[in-house]
């Protein structure tokens, strides 16, 4: 059963700062991997998809990473600002279904 | 394009009682979901759909029910609500899992006593 674990579960940053998010996956037959955003209250926001075959992506500040041999992904910030204040999700299709397995996400808050 | 809508945004249902969580994209895709999240957990998938007339149960079917009659609604059906029922549900939608990216309704607030 693949599962699909974050780290930290929670992250403070003083403003400025880069930072890096952890994802990891135990079953590396996946179709591709997908990074969430979710603000207090609100639904999810997709900011970023990696096929299986990719090795990263990037979207301005952010740039996420595939390393599907050990079963890893990383989010990295750039420059952080207190905007990016939100829960980050990293979430893994598998391989041979049609569903989305998420991780419990990582609580970033950016300080001014 | 409005998206992913889903009404109501928030409900409180007694035990026993049933209702109808309502989820319409008009971006045309095939694929619809059902998840649940509770307090501090990643999301749960309830049901999924990958077209009109085609449904099939996730990680957490039991006591919910799901309908596809058109490719832009999904109604999740919670029939005799438990206090165990009580979570946030989204609804989303993606053109295909294994392509592309799940777009995700704001969420229904659901809380049962």
């Known amino acids: 059963k693949q599962e699909v674990t974050q780290i930290p579960a929670a992250l403070s940053v003083p403003e400025g700062e880069n930072l890096v998010l952890n994802c990891s996956f135990t079953?590396?037959?996946?179709?591709?991997l997908q990074w969430f955003r979710q603000d207090p209250g609100k639904g999810l926001t997709s900011l970023l998809l990696i096929q299986s075959s990719q090795r990263e992506q990037t979207s301005g500040r952010l740039n996420a990473s595939l390393d599907k041999s050990s079963g890893r992904s990383t989010l990295y910030i750039a420059a952080s600002q207190p905007g990016d204040s939100a829960t980050y999700l990293c979430a893994v299709c598998q391989g041979g279904s049609e569903k989305l397995v998420f991780g419990k996400g990582t609580k970033l808050t950016v300080n001014p | 394009n409005a998206g992913v809508t889903q009404t109501p945004k928030f409900r409180i249902l007694k035990i026993g009682q049933s209702m109808t969580l309502q989820c319409t994209q008009d971006?045309?895709?095939?694929?619809m979901y059902w998840y649940r999240q509770d307090p501090g957990m990643g999301l749960k998938l309830i049901y999924y759909?990958?077209?009109?007339?085609?449904?099939d149960k996730g990680e957490v079917p039991n006591g919910y029910n799901v309908s596809r009659s058109t490719t832009e609604d999904f109604p999740l059906r919670l029939e005799l609500a438990a206090p165990s029922q009580t979570s946030v549900y989204f609804c989303?939608?993606?053109?295909?899992?294994?392509?592309?990216?799940?777009?995700f309704g704001p969420g229904t607030r659901l809380t049962v006593t």
């Open positions: 759909s990958v077209g009109a007339g085609i449904t």
């Open positions: 079953d590396s037959a996946i179709y591709n």
């Open positions: 989303a939608s993606s053109y295909s899992t294994l392509s592309g990216e799940q777009y």
């Open positions: 971006m045309n895709h095939n694929y």
